[in-house]
């Protein structure tokens, strides 16, 4: 019976001893999943270990070999890594067996996630930090700022600016270019340019009513005021940025490689605008270019201000009605708690007014005048008592 007792302690002990690994052994792998989480590999998380660990292999080593050769290799052999791995990464996906039993979207999903992985980790390294480039972008955001007094009808566009749900548009359309900047994965970059396009066409169509019907030409005047009053961050490297370093099957087919191209002929036209394009004289142009706006609204925050004193004013229109109406509620109330002073008509003839009601009526008030009417009315007691007392 002891040794029984023995074993069944030494079976439980090895029972304690399991759990306690395979608790460990799970502690190490939910840590794991967290770190990969942390850097961004969340994305391999539904895949089979094997295959994980494949793209992993292969992200790190084209990083590495990237980082070794980066001081030595020109701007167009770095396109062409990075390229290069893009396609490698595609063909590898797609016809190894690890994959097979993905969907197309799943596997879009997964180069996705290695492509923003990657550019995550050579960001600092591959976005212009070129002298000549900053001074362009600082040169055409300083234009920018100086072209703030532009309104849609300058540039022949369809934005209905007195339309507040057209203006919220607007303000989306424009953090969208704003954003831009924030991102650095490649693709990310592209979907904020189609997003921007989305609420653009929001604007358009919500103004094509009021203004004249929409078309799809009326997109680019569009984005060029949206551009305008957004005046994003780092244009030309962002665009240069994209050149380089986006898929090219990204750029060069797609909605999002049509509104990218459409934004980069935007800067184009804004970085060499003139008065001739925008239908005025050297001499307008040239003034509201150093300042003298007075003549012109500033911009979407003027705007804004003007509906918010409509606002205002609609509600304390409003307030002053339902002020009226109690105005008017409270000299009923007052009238007929006067008349009250009034004896019934049903009374005996020798009642007589009282003092409140006497002086009421000899005043030249509106309750001195409703009183007058009450009592020199036929049936009124006063009215008998004084045809009583003549006719006698």
Request: aromatic content about 6%; glycine content about 4%; overall charge negative.
């Amino acid at each position: 019976h002891q040794q029984q007792q023995q074993q069944n302690e030494q079976q439980k002990q090895s029972q304690k001893g399991t759990f306690r690994g395979l608790r460990s052994r799970l502690g190490t792998v939910m840590d794991k999943l967290l770190r990969d989480s942390a850097k961004g590999l969340d994305f391999l998380a539904h895949l089979k270990s094997n295959a994980a660990r494949e793209i992993v292999d292969r992200m790190r080593n084209f990083i590495q070999d990237f980082e070794a050769n980066y001081e030595t290799s020109p701007i167009g052999e770095k396109r062409d890594a990075v390229h290069s791995f893009y396609e490698e990464m595609e063909d590898f996906t797609h016809n190894s067996s690890l994959f097979a039993d993905l969907s197309d979207e799943e596997l879009d999903a997964v180069l996705l996630g290695t492509e923003k992985h990657v550019m995550k980790h050579l960001y600092n390294l591959l976005f212009s930090r070129d002298s000549d480039e900053g001074a362009r972008d600082a040169a055409l955001h300083s234009r920018i700022r100086q072209l703030q007094w532009i309104r849609p009808h300058h540039l022949d566009a369809v934005i209905d600016l007195s339309d507040q749900d057209v203006v919220a548009e607007v303000k989306l359309a424009m953090d969208q270019l704003v954003l831009i900047d924030a991102k650095q994965a490649p693709f990310e970059k592209l979907q904020c340019v189609l997003s921007c396009a989305n609420k653009i066409f929001d604007v358009i169509q919500k103004s094509a009513s009021s203004i004249q019907a929409a078309s799809a030409d009326d997109f680019l005047p569009a984005l060029i005021y949206i551009l305008i009053q957004a005046n994003p961050p780092h244009i030309h490297s962002n665009i240069n940025y994209l050149d380089n370093f986006c898929n090219p099957k990204r750029l060069s087919a797609g909605e999002a490689g049509y509104h990218y191209t459409s934004l980069v002929g935007a800067a184009q036209f804004v970085e060499s605008i003139n008065a001739k394009q925008l239908n005025l004289s050297q001499e307008t142009f040239d003034r509201l270019m150093d300042g003298d706006a007075s003549n012109v609204t500033e911009g979407l925050e003027a705007i804004s201000k003007m509906r918010d004193y409509l606002d205002r004013l609609r509600a304390l229109e409003a307030k002053q009605m339902v002020l009226h109406k109690e105005i008017e509620i409270l000299v009923q109330t007052r009238q007929e708690l006067c008349s009250s002073a009034v004896k019934p008509t049903h009374l005996s003839a020798d009642v007589e007014l009282t003092d409140y009601s006497s002086s009421t009526m000899d005043s030249n008030t509106c309750d001195g005048e409703f009183l007058r009417q009450r009592i020199l009315t036929p049936t009124s007691p006063f009215s008998k008592r004084k045809q009583m007392n003549t006719n006698k």
